[in-house]
């Protein structure tokens, strides 16, 4: 049996890992930190949160849900870890980072098919017939490793722009001036909302667009864009001079740049977050999240930002509770490097040129938490039906995961941007039975009924 290699230590690394890992598979898994850490993480912990600590909702019948029922019933060890170390969040599941990563060490440390290496991946070598390598080094991949992988896909890697949200110190916010409440009360009220009058509203957006950002860094700058024969980039980026983020994790300034109501109906959103002090929703409102079991600390939800941090401290403190906040974290942005998959990958994450090497993880293009260990997921599995001589058969296009991965590889080649599970992704009824269902949750409801039924009948294929 051939012996698997993962390269990378952040979620889809170690999900990765363990999935070969209990099906029987020699498994090495490499991380540089900490004898090289990246210009976004703190800790050389495996699987070290890096922007919230949210893997989404857990409401039934919605797409993130559906994600993890189908990777719970694959046996996923870090939402298994995730779950141990959950934290109050309402109807998402919110964890605890520093218990979260100890958990997953603890999973890997007493798993004995699997042998650590802390040390700097520079070479990939595509011909070894003994290895199985799975690449999930991640959105902050190091030059060296990427100058391999433009040397495996004939073109310079290029990048997008990611950013992380900042950290408030609990005991220094001012709580008559905050409530707690979930939207629409769904789940329990573990939210702080912190509400705006219209006035403080407008003040707070003019102070947002005269607040200095941060000078892109020199590691962030981009390379220039060569193209494949086919005139598509094999490493893609939806930055350019003038930098453009991903859809999904826009910062706040950016967001607030398109209008002044645009936070309104963002991240600031006020729908359904009734204030109980006057029976009405606010103008607008910043939720905070508990970052930790001891709920000392908290982040502001959906308010990654790349101002200079003095300049957080003054616009972030205009926001109602928050007048003598204290900061743990400030907001950041950082590089975010991800692969053209529609022209590099298969559906079962093999390289089309190689195929023993593996993408996974935000580097194969796709988003988010959930995302990323549901991809390592599949990944491990993929790799050890290899390592066994056999032929992957890939995750159901009906399932979550199918979707997801059938996006990636099969995305306009020229509109290709990365993508977090949603049920646009999944394949829709059928017209007929669209036309007879009005209703959007019962679709969903169905939706999700024939997904888990797929997946179900895959995993018996294992």
Not at 300 to 313: C, D, M, P, R
């Amino acid at each position: 049996m051939k012996k698997i290699h993962v390269i990378g230590g952040g979620l889809a690394g170690p999900e990765a890992a363990l999935q070969a890992a209990s099906l029987g598979c020699k498994v090495i898994l490499s991380e540089m930190r900490p004898l090289r850490s990246t210009e976004a993480h703190q800790t050389p912990d495996f699987a070290e949160l890096v922007c919230s600590n949210s893997l989404k909702s857990e409401s039934e019948n919605s797409a993130p849900w559906l994600l993890k029922q189908e990777m719970r019933r694959a046996g996923s060890f870090l939402l298994q870890a995730a779950d141990k170390a959950a934290v109050p969040a309402g109807h998402a599941l919110a964890v605890d980072r520093e218990v979260f990563s100890q958990h997953v060490a603890a999973l890997i440390a007493a798993q004995p098919n699997i042998e650590v290496r802390r040390e700097e991946v520079t070479h990939l070598d595509e011909n070894d017939p003994d290895t199985i390598t799975i690449l999930a080094s991640g959105p902050l991949t190091s030059s060296p490793l990427a100058k391999e992988l433009q040397r495996l896909t004939g073109a310079d890697h290029l990048a997008f722009y990611d950013s992380i949200s900042p950290i408030v110190d609990a005991s220094t916010i001012d709580m008559d001036r905050v409530y707690f409440a979930a939207r629409w009360d769904k789940g329990t009220a573990d939210y702080i909302n912190c509400p705006f009058t219209k006035e403080e509203y407008e003040a707070f957006i003019d102070a947002l667009a005269t607040a200095e950002k941060i000078e892109q860094k020199s590691w962030e700058a981009l390379p220039s864009e060569p193209t494949t024969e086919s005139g598509t980039p094999a490493i893609n980026s939806s930055a350019s001079a003038n930098l453009q983020y991903f859809e999904g994790c826009l910062p706040i300034e950016e967001t607030a740049r398109r209008g002044k109501d645009t936070l309104r109906f963002g991240p600031m959103k006020p729908a359904g977050l009734t204030n109980p002090k006057t029976g009405r929703w606010p103008y607008a409102a910043v939720q905070l999240r508990q970052e930790n079991l001891r709920a000392d600390s908290y982040n502001l939800v959906g308010f990654q930002n790349s101002l200079k941090y003095g300049e957080q401290a003054r616009v972030l403190r205009m926001i109602p509770g928050l007048e003598h906040a204290s900061f743990l974290r400030y907001g950041q942005i950082h590089r975010n490097t991800y692969i053209h998959a529609p022209s590099l990958l298969t559906e079962t994450l093999q390289l089309k040129a190689h195929p023993s090497i593996m993408i996974a993880g935000q580097l194969s293009g796709i988003e988010g938490y959930t995302e990323s260990i549901a991809s390592g997921l599949l990944a491990g599995r993929y790799a050890a039906a290899l390592a066994r001589g056999e032929h992957p058969t890939p995750a159901p296009r009906l399932t979550a995961n199918g979707s997801l991965t059938h996006y990636i590889t099969h995305a306009d080649a020229k509109k290709f941007q990365p993508a977090n599970i949603t049920f646009d992704l999944l394949v829709p009824l059928e017209e007929e039975l669209r036309k007879k269902i009005r209703d959007k949750k019962e679709r969903h409801r169905i939706q999700c009924e024939r997904a888990l039924e797929a997946w179900d009948a895959w995993l018996a294929g294992f």
